[in-house]
C-alpha cells in the first residue's frame, strides 16, 4: 500500500519559516519525481514545486521562487519543503504528490499518488 504522510504545517507569522516533510511509504523515492502542491480556503489546488526523481531538477510556481526549497533524501524515503518569508497569502493545505514529469501538462508532475495533506496558516 503507498502512503504519503505530511508534516511541519502549523501557524507561523508572517516572514516566518516552516519546514514540511513528506514521508513515502509502499514505494522507493528515488523511482518518482515528486511535487508539492496547496490549496487555499475557496481556491482551486495549486502546483507549488517540482523535484526530479534524481534532485537534479527543480521548478517553482513563480509566487515561491525565491522563497521555497524543494528537496529529497532518497536514503529516508523523505521530500521536504523549506518554506522562508512565509506571507498570508501562502496560507493553504500543502500536499505532496509522486509521479511522472509530464512536459506537455498543465503542471510538470502527472500524479500517481497524493498525500493527505498538511495546514500551513500564516497569520499577518
Known amino acids: 500500500q503507498v502512503q504519503l504522510v505530511e508534516s511541519g504545517g502549523g501557524l507561523v507569522q508572517a516572514g516566518g519559516s516552516l519546514r514540511l516533510s513528506c514521508v513515502l511509504s509502499?514505494?522507493?523515492?528515488?523511482?518518482?519525481?515528486m511535487g508539492w502542491f496547496r490549496q487555499a480556503p475557496g481556491k482551486e489546488r495549486e502546483f507549488v514545486a517540482f523535484?526530479?526523481?534524481?534532485?537534479?531538477?527543480?521548478s517553482y510556481v513563480d509566487s515561491v521562487k525565491g522563497r521555497f526549497t524543494v528537496t529529497r533524501d532518497n536514503a529516508k524515503n523523505t521530500a521536504y519543503l523549506q518554506m522562508n518569508s512565509l506571507k498570508p497569502e501562502d496560507t493553504a493545505v500543502y500536499s505532496c504528490?509522486?509521479?511522472?514529469?509530464?512536459?506537455?501538462?498543465?503542471?510538470?508532475?502527472?500524479?500517481?499518488?497524493w498525500g493527505t495533506g498538511t495546514l500551513v496558516t500564516v497569520s499577518s
Open positions: 523535484n526530479s526523481w534524481s534532485g537534479n531538477r527543480t
Open positions: 509502499g514505494r522507493t523515492l528515488n523511482s518518482y519525481s
Open positions: 504528490a509522486i509521479g511522472v514529469p509530464c512536459y506537455s501538462c498543465k503542471d510538470p508532475l502527472r500524479v500517481d499518488y
